[in-house]
């Protein structure tokens, strides 16, 4: 099992930053990819990024890249999430999860274990 907690939500206005965190315990050493999502109201769950905790490879959703970074920091297992820019359509629910199939990035139905969610508001 693995337990995941995200932090880092609020309120920000257009233009501002968030940095949202996800810390892993557990079996951390049974995944390959941690990723975030998020969900808006009304609409489905969406790849945001994703990132291979070994090596550090990275993958953005068009809508995120220039603007977020994920990284990762090993000794405390924990993913972070920098969101720049930030626009009101990026308003949702976001969610870390973790992924043991090693080059699956983006299909949601590859991740098992899913934190509760930190939420986002932007404001215009």
């Known amino acids: 099992q693995v337990q995941l907690v995200e932090s880092g939500g609020g309120l920000v206005q257009a233009g501002g930053s968030l940095r949202l965190s996800c810390a892993a315990s557990?079996?951390?050493?049974?995944?390959?990819?941690m990723g975030w999502f998020r969900q808006a109201p009304g609409k489905e769950r969406e790849f945001v990024a994703a990132?291979?905790?070994?090596?550090?490879?990275?993958n953005y959703a068009d809508s995120v890249k220039g603007r977020f970074t994920i990284s990762r920091d090993n000794a405390k297992n924990t993913v972070y999430l920098q969101m720049n820019s930030l626009k009101p359509e990026d308003t949702a629910n976001y969610y870390c999860?973790?992924?043991?199939?090693?080059?699956?990035?983006?299909?949601?139905?590859?991740?098992?274990?899913w934190g509760q969610g930190t939420q986002v508001t932007v404001s215009s």
């Open positions: 557990g079996r951390t050493f049974s995944y390959y990819i």
């Open positions: 990132i291979r905790w070994s090596g550090g490879s990275t």
């Open positions: 999860a973790t992924s043991n199939i090693p080059n699956s990035w983006y299909n949601i139905k590859s991740y098992g274990y």
